[in-house]
């Protein structure tokens, strides 16, 4: 998909990195995480803080001709479907055999692309599985119990994510890795 320009900082960047608003049928201005819904869209760099910049400063409206209804609302809800949208993907990950759970098993590979760690996770674990598995990416933004909900346990600090030969599969992990980028913009409304 060809870059989108950022209506509060005048960036452009791929859709990825932002958040598609179009103007809903009850007057406000709603999000489109998907970029599937109809209308014309505007996009903003998926951030709290440029979201609030967005709204505080009329670019919605003179964007869509609509304002949001309540900012701090607005990002809570984004923040929670970002979350459950990148949670999902790890799910259909796990079962397609790209993530790998556990400390233990995460010793025996060799190499990963990414690594998924608890947010409460030690910091000095976290940098020895860097290391080993020479990953590309780690991402702090979901519980154990969130990742163990993905691998089938009742909590896990752990999650790689494997590298793939597969096309299919390293489509999967570009989309895992995608979504999480967009959610490490909301933080503090996640928690």
């Known amino acids: 998909m060809a870059e989108r320009t950022c209506i509060t900082t ?3 960047l791929p859709p990825h990195l932002l958040i598609r608003f179009v103007a809903a049928p009850d007057g406000y201005a709603v999000a489109d995480l998907a970029g599937r819904l109809p209308g014309r869209g505007a996009w903003v760099t998926a951030s709290e803080d440029t979201i609030r910049k967005a709204e505080k400063r009329g670019h919605f409206q003179h964007a869509l001709g ?3 209804q309540s900012d701090d609302e607005t ?3 984004i923040a929670m479907h970002l979350r459950a949208r990148a949670l999902s993907i790890a799910g259909l990950a796990r079962r397609s055999g790209v993530l790998v759970g556990g400390s233990g098993k995460l010793r025996s590979e060799r190499c990963c692309v990414g690594l998924l760690a608890a947010d409460d996770a030690s910091a000095r674990e976290i940098e020895k599985f860097r290391s ?3 990953v590309d990416w780690v ?3 979901f519980s154990a119990a969130e990742l163990g909900k993905i691998c ?3 909590s896990i600090a752990f999650v790689g994510v494997r590298a793939s030969s597969s096309p299919g599969a390293n489509k999967l992990i570009d989309i895992l890795h995608q979504e999480i980028t967009r959610l490490n913009g909301f933080c503090s409304a996640v928690g």
């Open 152 to 154: 089938g346990r009742d």
């Open 139 to 141: 991402a702090r933004n």
């Open 132 to 134: 080993k598995l020479a």
């Open 66 to 68: 609509v304002g949001l």
């Open 10 to 12: 005048g960036q452009t």
């Open 75 to 77: 990002i809570k809800l």
